[in-house]
């Protein structure tokens, strides 16, 4: 049966206090929090560069046994370097991210929007040296890369392709690994606070679920992050999209931390 692994991207917003978070948390006990909630994070802080060993113990040890943490590549790799000679900060990340043990899922090889077809050999270059002892997702914000020969070359090193909704990207569903990687992004100009839905996305999660219920039947995992200005409050989205997929409540604590959803 397909494991599904559904979460936020990030975790620390002093605006889910209240709307998610019991009121009076500090920001020492969000990811515990969390954790009891969701089952799943994506690290955007790894984005901004590579933690100290500490940091990611913290990571693990506030977390269950089950629980499972998906990390962007620092930025100075996939956007600074554009993945040129980046094999000695990737061995340094690796090492890093590395100690989350079991519960590091994918690693996702975020490429900014000005990364075109122009630059595939530097793409297979990287791919290559990629070790084969972790997992990886790679995702595309420009447009040249929508054809097969990207899909093809993503299955050859079983990395997998990220599906995104995000405004100026078609939607494209593509599986060419043994899972599947969604990121629900939105448009921050749209969005001015983070503590309740500014934008029903209900419809949009809708078509999103009967797309990952098919595609379930092809892979082994389904990992998916809701970042907050897809609608304004990416845990009330998570809990829609769980409810929508069949997947049992967490228990809840002893203050309900409940989002609306307009």
Request: charged letters at 25%; glycine letters at 6%.
């Amino acid at each position: 049966m397909t494991q599904i692994f559904l979460g936020t991207q990030g975790w620390s917003y002093k605006d889910w206090v209240g709307p998610f978070y019991k009121s009076g948390t500090q920001s020492t006990d969000y990811l515990s929090q969390y954790a009891r909630q969701f089952s799943a994070v994506e690290l955007d802080t790894t984005f901004y560069g590579t933690p100290a060993d500490g940091r990611v113990d913290k990571w693990r040890e506030s977390t269950p046994d089950d629980f499972q943490f998906t990390a962007k590549l620092p930025k100075s790799i996939t956007h600074d370097r554009h993945l040129h000679q980046a094999s000695e900060e990737m061995g340094e990340f690796l090492g890093a991210i590395g100690k989350l043990g079991s519960k590091l899922g994918p690693i996702l090889i975020q490429l900014p929007p000005d990364f075109s077809t122009d630059e595939r050999p530097a793409l297979s270059d990287f791919l290559d040296q990629l070790p084969t002892d972790f997992r990886f997702a790679a995702e595309f914000r420009h447009r040249s890369w929508l054809i097969d020969d990207t899909f093809e070359l993503l299955a050859k090193h079983n990395v997998a392709w990220t599906c995104i909704d995000l405004s100026y990207m078609p939607r494209q569903v593509a599986v060419t690994s043994d899972f599947i990687y969604v990121r629900w992004l939105g448009d921050r100009r749209q969005i001015q606070h983070m503590d309740s839905v500014q934008i029903d996305r209900r419809h949009d999660l809708d078509v999103w679920a009967e797309q990952l219920e098919e595609e379930a039947r092809r892979v082994e995992r389904i990992y998916g992050f809701v970042n907050n200005h897809y609608s304004g409050h990416s845990p009330s989205d998570v809990r829609y999209l769980r409810k929508r997929l069949g997947m049992p409540e967490p228990i809840p604590d002893e203050e309900p931390v409940q989002g609306s959803l307009l």
